[in-house]
C-alpha cells in the first residue's frame, strides 16, 4: 500500500474509530477530512483540533460571545500533551512543561481578570513574567469555563458531585437541588472537606441545624444567581465556591436572623471547582487516543491566621 | 421678643454656631435660611437635611452618579436619631428601632446587591421582611460609601488607620501608601486581628517576610484597582477587605512564585470597613448638636470551620 494514500476502506476505518472516539455522531470538522494521514500521523492533532473536537460535545458551540479563548500560544501547533487546571498560575506552567505538555486547559482566567484582558498589564513584571514563561516553553492556555458548565451534564458539577459521592442524589432535571439523607450541618461541612480535600471552609448557619435538601452551586456565580437558587429552590443549605460578602452572605445572615433554616457553606473558589477539571480527564482521555491527559490542581492558594 | 420672630441678632448668632458646629465655612444650603427656627426648633432637623449637611463636607458633591441614595423610608421626617454601621441588618434595625433612632447610615447595601436594585426580590420572602420591618419603624436607611471614600481624608481610611493606631504614618498626599517600622508577616498580622478585632484572617505570604511599605486598601475596591496599587507602590504587603479570588490572589500567588515579596493580608470585607462608620460618629456628632448619634456594628457573619 502506498504509505502516502489510504485505501477507501483504511480511510473510513478510521474515520469510524475516531467517531466512535469521541462519542459523537456528527459530521466531523473538515479538518479531519482534509488530508488523510498516515497510521503513524493519526496521534498528531493540533491543539486546535482538539479544541474543535471538544466543541462538538457542548450544545450551541461555539458561541459568539465567550471567555473561552486562547489566552497565549499558537493553537496550530501539535498537541505534545495536556494539562487541566483550575488556574494556569506559574507553577502550574513549569510542571506542565516537566512533563512535555504544550497545552493546559484551565477553567479560570490566566491573566487576573475575567475577561484576560492585557493591555493594562503590559508593563506589569507579574504579567511579564508569566508571558514570557508561557512562551519559552511554546505553551497554549485555552480557557474552558463557559463551554464545561454548558456541557450537560455540567462538567464541574460532575467532578464535585464524583468526589463528594453524591451522584446518585443528582437529577438532571433539576441539577443544583440535591435531597440528601438528613444530616447536621456540621457533619455536611465536615464531609464537604473531607471529600473534597480542604483544610477549612466558611459557614454561616447554625452547627446543629438538619440539611436535607442541598443547592450546590460551585465556583461564583454571582449573587443575583445564588439568591434566585435560593429562591427557586428553598434549600436547607447553599454550598458554593465564592461569594461577595455584600451580597448572598448579607441574604443568608439576614435570614438567619428571621429564623429562617438557610444556611451557607463557602468552599474557597478553586477547592469548589477543581474537581471539574479533575474530571475533565477521564472525559478527555478517551477522545485524543495516546496524547497524554494529565490533571495538575492549583490548590487553594490562602493560608488562615 | 415676639417667639415667631427672631431679632437680626439672634439669627447671625444661631448661624454662626451652626457653621461653627458643622465645621465649614461655606454657604449655608438654603434650607438653613428658609425658615426662622425658634430655639426649641433648632434641634429639629430632618434627615434630607443631616443628609444635606453631610454633602457640604464632600468634595464635588451631589454626585450625578452614586450608590450613595436613601433605600428606604421618607428623608422628610424629622431625624430623632442617628445609627451609623456597616450594614443595615435586620439585627442592626432591630437595634436602631430600641434606641429610638430613624435614621441609619449604612457603609453598604440594604438589599444584597451594589445598586440595591429591588425588583427581583418582591416575592423574596427576607426582602419583604427586612423591607417592611423599616417601615414599621418608619427608619430610613441612607448609604454613605463613594461619599465618604471621597471625603478627604477618606473617613474609611481615617478609621481604620485609628484603630490600628497609624495615624501617624498617614501621609495625605499618598493615602494607601504607609510606611511603618519594619515586623515581620505574622505579627504584623497579629495586630491587625487585635486592633481591629478580628478572629482570622486569611493571607498570602511567607510569616517570617520582614514588612515595611504597607498598602491599605480597606474594603472590595476590585481586582485591578488592588493589581494596579500594587503597580504603582511596590509593597511589601498589601492588607484588603475582600478579595475576587481570581483576581488579586492569583496575582499574589504568581508574584510568590517569582520570589518577589509581596503578601496579601484579607481581613474580610465587614471587619476592614466597620472603624470608618465607627470614625463617622466622632465626625458627625458635633455637626448635628443635641441629636444622637451612635455606632452599631454589624460585625463579621462568618464562622470557619
Known amino acids: 500500500m502506498n504509505k502516502n494514500k489510504w485505501s477507501k476502506n483504511t ?8 467517531s466512535a ?45 465567550t471567555v473561552d479563548t486562547i489566552k497565549s500560544g499558537d493553537g496550530q501547533q501539535e498537541v505534545k500533551g495536556i494539562v487541566t487546571t483550575m488556574f494556569a498560575t506559574i507553577d502550574v506552567i513549569k510542571k506542565a512543561a516537566s512533563l512535555g505538555a504544550n497545552f493546559i486547559i484551565a ?46 451534564p455540567d462538567g464541574v458539577l460532575m467532578g464535585v ?20 439523607p438528613e444530616t447536621s450541618l456540621e457533619a455536611l461541612i465536615g464531609h464537604a472537606k473531607k471529600s473534597l480535600g480542604i483544610r477549612q471552609v466558611r459557614f454561616i448557619g447554625n452547627p446543629k441545624q438538619i440539611c436535607k435538601r442541598v443547592a ?27 461569594v461577595s460578602e455584600w451580597e448572598t452572605a448579607e441574604y443568608i445572615r439576614d435570614a438567619q436572623s428571621m429564623k429562617l433554616s438557610i444556611s451557607l457553606i463557602v468552599l474557597g473558589h478553586a477547592e469548589s471547582e477543581e474537581p471539574g477539571m479533575e474530571w475533565l480527564v477521564p472525559w478527555l482521555q478517551p477522545k485524543v487516543a495516546d496524547i497524554n491527559v494529565t490533571h495538575v490542581p492549583s490548590h487553594y492558594p490562602f493560608k488562615e491566621a
Open 11 to 18: 480511510r473510513r476505518e478510521f474515520l469510524s474509530a475516531f
Open 21 to 65: 472516539a469521541i462519542g459523537v455522531s456528527t459530521v466531523l470538522p473538515e479538518w479531519a477530512y482534509a488530508k488523510p494521514p498516515s497510521i503513524s500521523e493519526t496521534a498528531k492533532m493540533t491543539i486546535q483540533q482538539v479544541i474543535d473536537l471538544i466543541l462538538t460535545t457542548i450544545p450551541g458551540a461555539p458561541f459568539n460571545e
Open 107 to 152: 477553567h479560570e482566567p490566566t491573566f487576573y481578570n475575567h475577561r484576560d484582558e492585557t493591555s493594562w498589564l503590559d508593563n506589569d513584571q507579574v504579567f511579564q513574567f508569566k508571558n514570557e514563561l508561557l512562551k519559552k516553553h511554546n505553551i497554549v492556555v485555552w480557557r474552558f469555563h463557559d463551554y464545561w458548565h454548558t456541557h450537560r
Open 161 to 180: 458531585l464524583t468526589k463528594l459521592g453524591w451522584k446518585n442524589y443528582f437529577n438532571s432535571e433539576n441539577p443544583r437541588l440535591l435531597v440528601i
Open 216 to 242: 450546590l452551586s460551585p465556583g461564583a456565580a454571582g449573587g443575583r444567581s445564588q439568591i434566585q437558587l435560593l429562591q427557586k429552590e428553598k434549600p436547607d443549605v447553599l454550598i458554593v465556591g465564592e
